[in-house]
């Protein structure tokens, strides 16, 4: 049902809400460029679950994706293929099951984490693409490898079918200089369907965002999309921001897990603050939020003292946090030391750990760095404890399991 606005004041909505009229002022709208519609993408069943602890089996992910369809939420991003054996399984389910929200798979830059997520059966490929230069060096030596690599894999991905998104990873600390030397190239030679700019860090204010939104629209043809964090308290305002600069689809999470733009945040914050109405029955968002709390054992997340916060356990982050190390906050690797605010930079071993998490762990406690089989079995062991209790291995479990592996 559409929204039914007084029509000469519509920043009231009879029955549901009065905002602020300075929201329509013609002086304050005059910068922007709305676009004609705000799809909500949503991405709890992936980087929501990212969030250290946070565990959903297949029946709790195929539950919240069908409570996401059931309200009209546009994309589901069904999770990420490679992480287990489980969470392909769960994706081609959800795959299966999902008949009006359009199903994606989240990929790195690797042939064979599309190839898998295209097996599963998704509609879209969410093509994680680093913007970070110290990533592309280490990945592919030069710029000229990043974009050449780039295109040839959302090429192969298009092919076999699913659409691309172009998920600029940390986009939001790269210069516009790297960022027009990367994406014009893959959109103009690969296509991909839209361009996601990446506030990985959250450490960007919204007119900053905005203008970055607004630079980028002006580089490429195609849709662009915004997923923002919520590291400085300013995923949702980022995300409105990026509206009306002209974004089409804002990238959320149920609860704000994961650090994210919240998703109810979100959607409100376009109907109501924006104008726009994306069609989503908002109505379903307190249970949808309280069914979410209860199967991810997680609150919302607080930026900067939530226990969560300061605390790592997806793999891919791990390997910047081992090359630094030995620099204050491990190098701090989401952009912030929590030394500032009292607390500490640390890893946490879970079903989304890597070799890294446990080469940290090991040093933590000075023990000899574990081989590739000891780690392989004890990645194996770590991931099925977490899975089947919902939770984070322990300590005292990992040093137990180093010695077990270890004889």
């Known amino acids: 049902m559409a929204i039914e606005r007084v029509p000469d004041r519509p920043w009231i909505v009879p029955g549901k809400w009065t905002i602020s009229m300075h929201n329509y002022e013609a002086e304050v709208r005059s910068t922007w460029n709305l676009p004609k519609q705000v799809s909500i993408h949503d991405t709890t069943l992936r980087d929501g679950e990212q969030a250290p602890g946070v565990v959903f089996r297949t029946e709790e992910k195929l539950r919240i994706a069908h409570m996401l369809e059931d309200m009209g939420v546009h994309r589901i991003e069904g999770g990420y293929a490679s992480v287990s054996d489980e969470d392909a399984a769960s994706l081609t389910r959800i795959a299966k099951e999902i008949k009006k929200g359009e199903v994606s798979s989240f990929s790195r830059a690797r042939q064979d984490d599309i190839d898998l997520a295209i097996k599963c ?62 994406i014009p190239p893959i959109v103009r030679e690969g296509k991909p369907d839209s361009v996601c700019l990446v506030d990985t860090m959250g450490c960007t204010l919204p007119n900053a965002f905005a203008w970055m939104i607004g630079k980028l629209k002006k580089m490429i043809d195609v849709p662009v999309e915004a997923h923002c964090h919520n590291r400085w308290g300013l995923g949702t305002a980022n995300s409105l921001a990026a509206v009306c600069a002209g974004a089409e689809v804002v990238h959320t999470c149920i609860n704000g897990l994961g650090g994210n733009a919240s998703i109810d945040e979100c959607v409100m914050g376009v109907h109501g603050l924006v104008g726009i109405d994306t069609g989503i029955k908002t109505e379903g968002f307190f249970q949808l939020s309280k069914w979410v709390k209860d199967a991810s054992r997680a609150d919302w997340q607080k930026a900067f003292v939530s226990p969560v916060e300061a605390v790592m356990e997806v793999g891919i982050a791990t390997k910047v946090m081992w090359d630094h190390r030995h620099e204050a906050g491990l190098g701090a690797p989401d952009g912030l030391n929590y030394d500032v605010v009292g607390s500490k930079n640390a890893v946490a071993l879970g079903k989304k750990s890597g070799k890294y998490s446990l080469m940290l762990k090991a040093e933590e406690f000075g023990l000899p760095l574990p081989t590739e089989e000891q780690s392989s079995k004890m990645l194996n062991e770590i991931k099925r404890l977490s899975q089947e209790r919902k939770g984070l291995v322990t300590d005292d479990e990992f040093k137990q399991l180093y010695r077990t592996f270890k004889e």
Request: hydrophobic fraction near 45%; avoid cysteine; charged fraction near 25%.
């Open 121 to 182: 059966g998704v509609k879209r490929i969410i093509l994680e693409f680093p913007a970070n230069e110290e990533f592309i060096k280490n990945i592919w030596g030069s710029k000229e490898k990043a974009v050449a690599a780039g295109i040839e894999l959302v090429k192969h991905a298009k092919k076999n079918g699913p659409k691309v998104t172009l998920f600029l990873f940390d986009s939001s600390r790269a210069t516009m200089e790297l960022l027009g030397a990367i």
